[in-house]
T-cell receptor, first 114, second 116 residues
Framework: SQTIHQWPATLVQPVGSPLSLECTVEGTSNPNLYWYRQAAGRGLQLLFYSVGIGQISSEVPQNLSASRPQDRQFILSSKKLLLSDSGFYLC?????????????FGAGSRLTVL | GENVEQHPSTLSVQEGDSAVIKCTYSDSASNYFPWYKQELGKRPQLIIDIRSNVGEKKDQRIAVTLNKTAKHFSLHITETQPEDSAVYFCAARGYTFYNQGGKLIFGQGTELSVKP
């Protein structure tokens, strides 16, 4: 079964500072990987997804970027954080073959930008 | 783009009653519909899912129905218990050959409260 590791669990950053959230996957090769953001209003907004190393699709224009340097590693970054970047960030993964639909989430990273 | 609408946003029921949450989706190519439960401060957890070749699926007190023609699907929880209190999310995924899996688009969530 697939396990998603995500860190840090919480962080408080000043406006204008950089950000790096990391996610790694166990138990699956060539997974599809996703970054979601959950704001206070509960909805899960898809930010980025990746079907392979170096392949990133962005869903919404924003102050964030994502990278996939290795098959089981997915990184969310920002050069300069905005107040509006605050939220609960969830990394998720699914099996990398057609039909392997189940999405597994990491424990999340709660970001507060002050 | 793809969109998933979920209703109601909040739902309060008495213990033992049934709860129903409804979702509609816009992408007719969607073929996989999971439901997730998220307890406060925790990650979403899959509770049940259904594929487009099936109209209904049950797992103990939980059932999901799918109407592909109308593009809507529903979660039914019977004999609700206080521990069912959480936020529930529906989702829909389209399938494309290009990315081998498609994107999972979530509804806005329903906060279910089960009163003892």
């Amino acid at each position: 079964s697939q396990t998603i590791h995500q860190w840090p669990a919480t962080l408080v950053q000043p406006v204008g500072s950089p950000l790096s959230l990391e996610c790694t996957v166990e138990g699956t090769s060539n997974p599809n990987l996703y970054w979601y953001r959950q704001a206070a209003g509960r909805g899960l907004q898809l930010l980025f997804y990746s079907v392979g190393i170096g392949q990133i699709s962005s869903e919404v224009p924003q102050n964030l970027s994502a990278s996939r340097p290795q098959d089981r590693q997915f990184i969310l970054s920002s050069k300069k954080l905005l107040l509006s970047d605050s939220g609960f960030y969830l990394c998720a993964g699914s099996g990398g073959v057609p039909g392997a639909n189940v999405l597994t989430f990491g424990a999340g990273s709660r970001l507060t930008v002050l | 783009g793809e969109n998933v609408e979920q209703h109601p946003s909040t739902l309060s029921v008495q213990e033992g009653d049934s709860a129903v949450i409804k979702c509609t989706y816009s992408d007719s190519a969607s073929n996989y519909f999971p439901w997730y439960k998220q307890e406060l401060g925790k990650r979403p957890q899959l509770i049940i899912d259904i594929r487009s070749n099936v109209g209904e699926k049950k797992d103990q007190r939980i059932a999901v129905t799918l109407n592909k023609t109308a593009k809507h699907f529903s979660l039914h929880i019977t004999e609700t218990q206080p521990e069912d209190s959480a936020v529930y999310f529906c989702a829909a995924r389209g399938y494309t050959f290009y990315n081998q899996g498609g994107k999972l688009i979530f509804g806005q969530g329903t906060e279910l409260s089960v009163k003892p």
